[in-house]
């Protein structure tokens, strides 16, 4: 069972870099895909990156695409999102699910949230 919860999030200047966590406190992490979403000022909850377990596949939104990197760290059953040259625009509430899939970038049938963490790129 999946209990997920984030951390790491901050204020920092565009093109500052943050590391988000994902962590689940009850079993491994191993098995399950993780998605990463946000939802920034005005908009709706998106999907930017989803990671399957095993083959490693990873996708991700192209909004995101060759800034944001997803590193599975299964034996602290940890997920992290490394984001570099980050943007105003990426400000914004980040969340992290446990999945049956993914579809491209974004988790589908999810089973559970985190709670989010707050991400603010400002100068």
């Known amino acids: 069972q999946l209990q997920l919860a984030e951390s790491g999030g901050g204020l920092v200047q565009p093109g500052g870099s943050l590391r988000l966590a994902c962590i689940n406190s009850?079993?491994?992490?191993?098995?399950?895909?993780i998605g990463w979403f946000r939802q920034t000022p005005g908009n709706d909850r998106e999907g930017i990156s989803c990671?399957?377990?095993?083959?490693?596949?990873?996708f991700y939104a192209d909004s995101v695409k060759g800034r944001f990197t997803i590193i599975r760290d299964n034996a602290k059953n940890t997920v992290y999102l490394q984001m570099d040259n980050l943007k105003p625009d990426d400000t914004g509430v980040y969340y992290c699910?446990?999945?049956?899939?993914?579809?491209?970038?974004?988790?589908?049938?999810?089973?559970?949230w985190g709670r989010g963490t707050q991400v603010t790129v400002s100068s």
């Open positions: 990671n399957h377990p095993g083959d490693g596949d990873t």
């Open positions: 009850r079993s491994t992490l191993g098995h399950w895909p």
């Open positions: 699910a446990g999945a049956i899939k993914c579809s491209g970038a974004v988790a589908d049938d999810i089973r559970i």
